[in-house]
């Protein structure tokens, strides 16, 4: 194995002009905008950052596309890159400007730079942000994450790097990188933070901070280059060792890398089939998928059997697993309501019903129809592969399934973990917008027609235009509850509500007492109804928070059981 070295700079101009590649065994670009920062932070500090491996290959080997664009490869012989996609696509996207394609959207990465910030490590673990949003979870928007700023603000200063932010950009001594990379001119970032002499104390001061930044260009990474004379097979078990002692890749990523070393240019057929389920509602990650083909041929889910498996077995389980993928999707959209895997507590919910559907030959009858969708929902609502191991979970049912059991043998297997079946008051104590019974409350409000309190549109997650797009309301505000209940106690499940954007924003922070009776005014009091929220005037002083709590709990219990009954 060869040694080499090669600057930031060169390794992004080599990803610009496609010398460098990515083999089809790589997973894909999963960093979010903080793992850039951090990664800015480390480089401008002169810190260690690993090393690159490579391999120079002069074989037709599987390609993918890196997230950010490149020119055609110029070459005959292909440099492939290993390990350091990560770190090079992010250093490509923020010096060149280029957004980065994360499943099938293009988005920016924009960070910016402190000019101020102190000579002292910041601990980067300590600030919260909330500003990186690739459109998923995306319950808070740009308003919301705003006004978390003014508290903030004092953390913020004492940061070098962040995600940008509306508020913290339009400050003058914060700067953004990818622009302070595109010129060598200073000029544009002193003027703006004021500074317009050169006998001005800042301007050397500010002036370093801009070439030590600049020089993030010039960081030096060491290359593991593998010899031309390797063949596929080895390097994607060098891949998959390297990866599996430094614990950087999940299980998925590694049978990925197994499977496509078997099945030349599989990867696009199993992205193809990923993208028309998300054109149907369903857009999971790739190795969901792919843990379904491990439990269609080997009626188990751990990766581990997949370097066993021969090419024809993988063709023939990723055919009839995509066959079971669609029965599911359908069954949970059709037949459950659950049409987002928003709404799931685990995606592999949809592992169990594509199997499921497959044990029966997709023969149906409706009796049973409607006790599987009871299992699904109670399953769902209870967090059943959210409890302990949840491989081992899903492995009892596949082997409930794959034994010739049916819906009431994966119902006793539940009741077993669980105990009851129905809901009570005190599981949702202390519950917020994580639990699954968040995502069960949503799915018994729609059922009832809740709507939004001024819009009068039915709540969805799909509802177009930032105005009245869903999001979670506290309905006693948490600035309102600050200094006299914990953040958990504001959180908790039986203080939020589904309302559209504008409508939250102009409640804002006011207490309930207030806001409540105008709305009710207008939209009547079924719309609260329908969202089991008490509207007596006794309960909506502050003072009162625990006893409301308490009481739309009994409200909120009574009507997810409702939706759950058994049939």
Known sequence: MAKAEATVEELVGMIERGELRLPEMQRRYVWRSPRVRDLLDSLYRGYPSG????????????????????????????????????????????????????????????????LEHPEELALITEVFEDADNDGEDDDVDDEEVDANEDELQKRFNNMTFLVSTRKIESLPHWVKVTDVFKTDEDAPFLSRAGVEKINDPLYKKYSQRLAKLRAIKKYIYRMDVLERSMSYDEVTEIFVRVNSLGAKLRSSDLALAQITAKWRNSLKTFQDFQKACA??????????????????????????????????????????????????????????GIDDPALLSSPYLVVALAYYGFKRDYNISSSESKYLRYWALIANAKG?????????????????????????????????????????????????????????????????????????????????????????????????????????????????????????????????????????????????????????????DISKYKDFLAERRKRITVRINEFLASP
């Open 51 to 114: 090393a690159i491996l490579l391999w120079e290959s002069d074989n037709s080997v599987p390609l993918q596309d890196f997230s950010v664009e490149q020119k055609g490869n110029p070459y005959q012989s292909t440099r492939l890159l290993l390990d350091g996609q990560q770190r090079l696509t992010s250093l490509s996207a923020v010096i060149r400007g280029e957004p980065v394609t994360v499943r099938g959207r293009k988005r920016p990465i924009e960070i910016l730079f402190n």
């Open 279 to 336: 054109k149907s509602g369903f857009d999971m990650d790739l190795g969901i998928f792919l843990r379904n083909m491990v439990v269609f041929s080997t009626g188990q889910s751990r990766f581990q059997t997949v370097n066993s498996l021969t090419l024809e077995q993988l063709k023939s389980s990723w055919k009839a697993s995509c066959e079971g993928m669609d029965f599911a999707i359908n069954f949970l959209k059709n037949n459950v």
């Open 384 to 540: 059943r592969f959210s409890r302990g191991s949840s491989e081992t979970l899903l492995d009892q049912d596949i082997a409930t399934l794959r034994d010739g059991g049916g819906y009431e043998m994966l119902i006793d297997r539940l009741r077993s973990q669980v105990g009851r079946l129905d809901i009570s008051p005190d599981e949702l104590e202390g519950r917020n917008q994580r639990s699954a019974l968040f995502k069960t409350m949503f799915l018994a409000f729609r059922d009832s027609n809740a709507k939004d309190w001024r819009s009068n549109l039915i709540i969805a997650l799909d509802h177009s235009g930032v105005q009245h797009r869903l999001q979670f309301h506290h309905i006693f505000p948490k600035g309102l509850l600050k200094g006299t209940f914990s953040s958990r106690e504001a959180d908790d499940i039986s203080n939020l509500a589904f309302i559209g954007g504008k409508t939250n924003r102009a409640i804002s922070d006011k207490s309930p007492k207030d806001y409540f009776p105008p709305l009710i005014e207008k939209s009547g009091i079924e719309t609260f109804n329908a969202q089991c929220i008490p509207t007596n005037a006794d309960l909506l």
